[in-house]
C-alpha cells in the first residue's frame, strides 16, 4: 500500500490551509474539517475537557440519576463589549443559563454551547473566553457536554456570539416557578441593583465619566442551594436581568395573579448606579442584573432564607423589598416614603441594548 | 387608588414604542420588556404553543420518562440565504439538532431555540421561520419547550441566526456511537450525496446556471426508528453534514481505530449535483447533506437494514457503499473500478460556507 502512504503526504493538496492566518478565525475553522477538528481539540476540549465531551459524537450522554423530571433552559449572549469589569461573554453565558435552570430549584449540571464567530476574530481572544467559561462552569459545578462552532463572514457578527443551554435536576416535590406567589409572602433581593447594566454601559465608553463599578455576574446556584437548605417556604425565584427588577416582578404578579408592594429606601443600589442613573435619566429598577435574585418566600420563612442569604457570598446585601398583596391583581406598585403609590410598570421599548 | 390607575394609563411613556416600524424587528424585542413578551406572545407561543413552553418561567421541565439517559446536542445555523430550494433556516435549524440526537439512537423529544436577530428584520420574514421551524418538529414529534431572543444593530449579523439544542431519551441499552464499527461491518448511505449544499449554493446565485435540486433537509429519526426495529446490529449512525461524507467517514475510522473501503460506483449522486461539482471542482464527498445518514452494520444486518431504510421515504435510495476492515487503521480508502485504492481524507479549509 505504498501508494496510499504517498498520496496521504500531500492530504494538504486537497484545499490549503492558510497558514499564516493561524492566529485569526477564518472560515474554515467551521467547516466541520480539519481546521474544525484542531480548533475543537486545541481550544475547548484542551479547556473544558470532559469523558462526556471528549466521546466525540453527535450528541452528549448524560445520565438522569434517577430524577423524574429536568430543568432546560437557553440564552444567546451577544454582549458588547466583549469584556467589562467583573466579567466577559464567557462568564455572562455559563452564568447566565445556569442561573435560569437553578430558578426553578434546579440542580444546574450539564451545559452546552455553540459559538457564531466572525471572520477575523483573533483567537487569543476566543481562548480567553473559553478559559473564563471553564472558570465559572467550574465555579457553578457544570460540566460542558455539547458544543457547535459556526464562522460567519466579515461584517455579519461582532467578534462573537454564544447560546448556551443548560440541564438541571429537578428534585422531587420541588414546585418553585412564577405562578406559586401568595398574599403574604415576602420579597426578597439578592443584592445591589444595576450593578451589570451600568458596568457594561461604562465599558463602552457611553457613561462620560469613570466609574470603578463591576458587573455582578456570578452563577447563584449555590446560594439557592443554601436557601433551599434554610426553608421549605421559598415560592418563586427569579433572576432580574434583562428589563430590570421591575419587569421581573411585574411578570411575577401577572402569573401568580397577585399584586406586590415595594417599599421605597429599601431597595439597595450603590452609589455609583444611582449617580449613573441619575445623570442618564436611567430608573435602577429598570437596568439589567447578572448575578442578583429575587425571592418570594413565606412570610413566616423570610427572616430565616434572608439570613441564609446574607452568609452566603452572592446574598451578602439581601434585603426584603416588598411583600406580595391580593390586590391589586397584575400590578407592582412603590409605596414611597410618604405613603403614597406609583406604578411600577414592564419595561416598554429598549434602555440599553446588547447588555446580556 | 385612583392616582395607581390614572398612572396606569400613560405607561406608555416610560420609553416610547416605535409603532411605526412595528413590522421590523427593533432593539425593543430583545429588551426583555412589553416588545419582546408581545413577540413571544404573538409570533412564537402562537406557533409553538405547549403547556411546558407556555408555563414561562426561566427554564423548561421535562420528563425523563424513567430512562437513566438523555442524548443532548446543540448547532447554530447561520445559512445564507435563509429560504433556499427544500428548506430554509428555520426546518435546518429543528433538523439538523434533531438529527443529531437521533444518532445516537435516542428519541428526541424536546428542543430549545434561541434567535440572534438583527435590527431592521422583517417581522414577516421571522415568521415564516417559526412557521417552518413548527411544521419540522410537528414532523419530528418534538416540541420547543425552551427560547430566547436578542437583537443586535444592524450589520452586527445577517438577517437571524438560530441555536438549537435537542434532548432525546436514550432507551436502556442502546450503544449506538463513533467508536462502535467493527471490521466486516457493512457501510450504508440513506441516500443522494451532496444536495443539500448544491442546492443553497444554486439559492445565492453562485452556480451560473439553473438547477431543480432541492436540498434534502430532514428530520431522520423516524427513518432510524424503522432501522432500529430491524435489528440490533447498527453500530454507528451519523449524518454527513458540514465535511460531507468523507469526513464523517473519517471521524468514525479514527474513534473505532478500523479502516473503511468505499467501492467507486456505489455512491448514489444525482447528475445535478454531479454536473455542479465537476464545473466548479468539488468533490460530492465534502458537499454537506442536512437529510441523510451513514450507517455501520454488523455484515449479516447489512440487507436488512437496507431492506428496512428503502421502505421508508428518507431512505428510498439507500445503498450499500463500501465495509469495515481492520487494516489501514484511521484511514478512509476508495476503491476504484479498476481496482486500485485512493485515500479519502478529511475536508481542509472550506469549500462552502455558511451552508447550515
Keep these: 500500500m505504498a501508494d496510499v502512504i504517498k498520496t496521504a503526504a500531500i492530504e494538504g493538496m486537497v484545499c490549503p490551509v492558510p497558514l499564516r492566518h493561524a492566529e485569526k478565525i477564518v472560515q474554515g475553522?467551521?467547516?466541520?474539517?480539519?481546521?474544525?477538528?484542531?480548533?475543537?481539540?486545541?481550544?475547548?476540549?484542551?479547556?473544558?475537557?470532559?469523558?462526556?465531551?471528549?466521546?466525540?459524537?453527535?450528541?452528549?450522554?448524560?445520565?438522569?440519576?434517577?430524577?423524574?423530571?429536568?430543568?432546560?433552559?437557553?440564552?444567546a449572549h451577544v454582549v458588547s463589549p466583549l469584556f467589562f469589569p467583573g466579567g466577559d461573554i464567557g462568564r455572562l453565558a455559563v452564568c447566565g443559563t445556569v442561573n435560569d435552570v437553578a430558578m426553578l430549584g434546579a440542580q444546574p449540571l450539564y451545559l452546552t454551547v455553540s459559538f457564531i464567530l466572525e471572520e477575523g476574530l483573533d483567537l487569543s481572544t476566543l481562548e480567553r473566553v473559553v478559559a473564563s467559561m471553564h472558570a465559572a462552569a467550574t465555579e457553578a459545578g457544570v460540566q460542558i457536554v455539547a458544543g457547535d462552532t459556526k464562522v460567519v463572514g466579515r461584517g455579519m457578527a461582532d467578534g462573537l456570539y454564544i447560546s448556551t443551554t443548560g440541564v438541571g435536576l429537578l428534585p422531587e416535590g420541588t414546585a418553585i416557578h412564577g405562578a406559586a406567589a401568595q398574599p403574604g409572602d415576602g420579597v426578597i433581593i439578592s443584592g445591589s441593583?444595576?450593578?451589570?447594566?451600568?458596568?457594561?454601559?461604562?465599558?463602552?465608553g457611553e457613561l462620560g465619566f469613570e466609574t470603578e463599578l463591576a458587573s455582578d455576574v456570578a452563577p447563584l446556584n449555590g446560594?439557592?442551594?443554601?436557601?433551599?437548605?434554610?426553608?421549605?417556604?421559598?415560592?418563586?425565584?427569579?433572576d432580574p436581568t434583562r428589563g430590570g427588577l421591575a419587569t421581573t416582578l411585574n411578570e411575577i404578579v401577572r402569573q401568580s395573579k397577585v399584586g406586590i408592594i415595594l417599599k421605597e429606601g429599601t431597595l439597595p443600589i450603590k452609589p455609583a448606579v444611582d449617580a449613573a442613573c441619575e445623570l442618564l435619566g436611567f430608573d435602577p429598577l429598570y437596568i439589567a442584573n447578572e448575578g442578583k435574585l429575587v425571592a418570594v418566600v413565606s412570610r413566616e420563612d423570610s427572616s430565616r432564607v434572608?439570613?441564609?442569604?446574607?452568609?452566603?457570598?452572592?446574598?451578602?446585601?439581601a434585603?426584603?423589598?416588598?411583600?406580595?398583596?391580593?390586590?391589586?391583581?397584575?400590578?407592582?406598585?412603590?409605596?414611597?416614603?410618604?405613603?403614597?403609590?406609583?406604578?411600577?410598570?414592564?419595561?416598554?421599548?429598549?434602555?440599553?441594548?446588547?447588555?446580556?
Excluded at 306 to 317: T, V
Design 29 to 75: 475553522h467551521g467547516s466541520g474539517g480539519k481546521l474544525m477538528q484542531d480548533l475543537i481539540a486545541k481550544t475547548f476540549l484542551a479547556a473544558w475537557d470532559n469523558p462526556i465531551l471528549s466521546a466525540g459524537n453527535d450528541a452528549g450522554v448524560i445520565p438522569t440519576q434517577g430524577v423524574a423530571r429536568l430543568a432546560i433552559s437557553t440564552d
Design 193 to 204: 441593583l444595576g450593578d451589570h447594566g451600568i458596568a457594561v454601559l461604562s465599558a463602552r
Design 223 to 238: 446560594l439557592i442551594s443554601e436557601m433551599l437548605g434554610a426553608s421549605q417556604g421559598i415560592h418563586v425565584l427569579r
Design 306 to 317: 434572608l439570613e441564609a442569604m446574607r452568609s452566603h457570598e452572592y446574598g451578602k446585601e
Design 319 to 356: 434585603a426584603i423589598i416588598g411583600e406580595v398583596v391580593a390586590e391589586p391583581t397584575g400590578r407592582v406598585l412603590m409605596e414611597t416614603l410618604i405613603g403614597s403609590h406609583r406604578v411600577v410598570d414592564v419595561l416598554m421599548g429598549e434602555l440599553l441594548p446588547r447588555i446580556c
